[in-house]
Every structure is written in structure tokens, then in C-alpha cells.
């Protein structure tokens, strides 16, 4: 069974920091990785994805400069960290595995963690 299990959300004032964790179990991801993200009454949109390598990074416009999407392969753990948070960051986030079309679309991913739960306060 394929479990994406997230770690590390919470509350934070603006201009801190958190460190985002996706484990998974169940099998081994060797492409993409993604993570995104939903804020009440909006939809889920893109926020950074990696290739199996680690050798090339993307990311949305509004967190480019300011997260950091890593991982480790033998851990099968992909990261997000996540500086100069800003209020406007709040959101549930979700990481993604399994690409089967666009990484930078939710749609492009088979499988998905249960969400975690940043909150910047400002």
C-alpha cells in the first residue's frame, strides 16, 4: 500500500521559517516529486517540484526565492523549506508522487499526502 505521510506544518509569524517532510512508503518514486498547496475557498495550486536527481528544481512565482524543495532518495523523503513566510502563505500543503503528466499540475500525480497545515500570522 502507498502511503505519502507529511510532517512539520504549523503555525509561524511572518518572515519565519518551516521545514515541510514527505515520507513515503509502499514504493520507490524514481521521478518527480511535487508539492502544493490549497488556502480556504481557493484551489490547490503548484508550489515546487523535483526530478529524481535533485538536479533541477521549479517553482510558482509567488514562493520563488523563499522555499526550497530537496530530497532524499534513499530516504525516499522529499522536503520543503520554507523562509520569509509571509501571511499569504497560509494554506493546507500537500505533497505528490507517481507523475503521470504535468508535474506542475495536480492533475499530473497519482498519489497524495494528507496535507499539512501552515498558518503565518501576521
Known amino acids: 500500500q502507498v502511503q505519502l505521510v507529511e510532517s512539520g506544518g504549523g503555525l509561524v509569524q511572518a518572515g519565519g521559517s518551516l521545514r515541510l517532510s514527505c515520507a513515503a512508503s509502499?514504493?520507490?518514486?524514481?521521478?518527480?516529486r511535487g508539492w502544493f498547496r490549497q488556502a480556504p475557498g481557493k484551489e490547490r495550486e503548484f508550489v515546487a517540484a523535483i526530478t529524481w536527481s535533485g538536479d533541477s528544481t521549479y517553482y510558482a512565482g509567488s514562493v520563488k526565492g523563499r522555499f526550497t524543495i530537496s530530497r532524499d532518495n534513499a530516504e525516499n523523503t522529499v522536503y520543503l523549506q520554507m523562509n520569509s513566510l509571509k501571511p499569504e502563505d497560509t494554506a493546507v500543503y500537500y505533497c505528490a508522487a507517481g507523475l503521470r503528466g504535468s508535474p506542475y499540475s495536480g492533475k499530473g500525480y497519482d498519489y497524495w499526502g494528507q496535507g499539512a497545515q501552515v498558518t503565518v500570522s501576521s
Open positions: 509502499g514504493r520507490t518514486f524514481s521521478n518527480y
